[in-house]
C-alpha cells in the first residue's frame, strides 16, 4: 500500500512518532492492538515498526521510531530522509503480538522504544474497560517518549533510572505475584526480555513477550544447501550470503520483512536436516523441535536442509 505523512513529531530525544494517513479515495485496513507494518525504505530495505495508535483510529496508521546509532539504515533513513507530505510504500498490519482481549487481567511491561506496541494495547484495554496496569521503565526522562499519552493512562507506574524517587521495576517480584488468569506482555531491550522470561517460565502460555532487535548475529558462514520439497531443487549457501539471500537470489519467492529474526515474517517449515536458530521469534519448545525456520536470520549446522517450499 502507499501513506502519506501526515505528521512528524519530536516525541523525546532520539524518538520520532510519524503518523501516516491513507491517499485521497483509499482507506486503511483495520489492525489489532500489538500489531506492526514493514515499511519500504531504499534499495529493498524493509523494517518493522509496531502500531502506537489506538486501533479504533481509522485510518490512522502512528510509528514511534527511534535513532539507532547503529543503525544499518533503517531508522537513519526514516529519520533524515522522511518529510510530512511525502508518499511511502508500507504493508498491510500483521500482529505476531496479539492481546488477549478477554484476559481477567492484564500486566504489560516496557523498556526504552519498546513502549511502542503496549501502547495500542493498553489503547484498546481501556476501551473495552478491561483490567490492566502497564509497568515502564526508561533511562532518563529526555528518553521517555509518549509521555502525554503515558500521563493521561491512570494503571501507569514509571520508573526513571536516574530519578531515584521513583519506584524501581523488580521484574522479578512482579511476576511472582502475577494473579491466575492474567496476562503478561512484554517488549524491551535484550537484558529486559531475557530477565523476563527466565523469571516469567511458570506462567507457561499466559507469558507474551516481543523483541525489537535481534540479540544473535546473522548465520553467514554458508556451506551447506537448502533444498526445496516441492521441486526438489538444491540450493547452495555461499559464505557471506543468508539463507533467504540464497533463496531471493534462486527466484524463490519467500515473504520477509525485519530481516533479523524478530517479526516471524520468514518463516518455513523444516521437513528434514538440522537448522541453526539465530531468531528471538521462535519460542524455545519450537527451536528444540526444528519443526520450522526463520530463513533471514537462521542456518543450516547439517550439510543440506529441507525446506517445505
Known sequence: MQARIRAIRLEAEGIASYRLEPLPGHHFPAFTAGAHIEVALERGLTRSYSLVNDPADFDVYELGVQLDPSSRG??????????????????????????????????????????????????????????????????????????????????????????PQTPRLDLQRLLEGVPDSAHVYCCGPERMLDAYRVHGQRLGDRLHFEYFVASTEVAIEGGYSVRLHRSGQEIPVKAGETMLDALLNAGVNVPFACSEGICGTCRVGVLDGLPDHRDNFLSAEEKSCNGSILVCCSGSRSPVLTLDL
Open 74 to 163: 533503517g531508522s537513519r533513513f526514516i529519520h533524515e530522509r522522511w518529510h510530512v507530505g511525502q508518499v511511502v510504500d508500507i504493508s498491510e498490519p500483521r500482529n505476531h503480538f496479539p492481546l488477549n482481549e478477554s484476559a481477567a487481567h492484564t500486566i504489560l511491561i516496557g523498556g526504552g522504544i519498546g513502549i511502542t506496541p503496549l501502547l495500542s494495547m493498553a489503547a484498546r484495554l481501556q476501551a473495552l474497560g478491561r483490567s490492566w496496569e502497564l509497568h515502564y521503565a526508561v533511562r532518563t526522562r529526555n528518553s521517555l517518549p509518549f509521555a502525554e499519552r503515558l500521563t493521561a493512562m491512570a494503571p501507569v507506574h514509571l520508573t526513571v533510572d536516574d530519578e
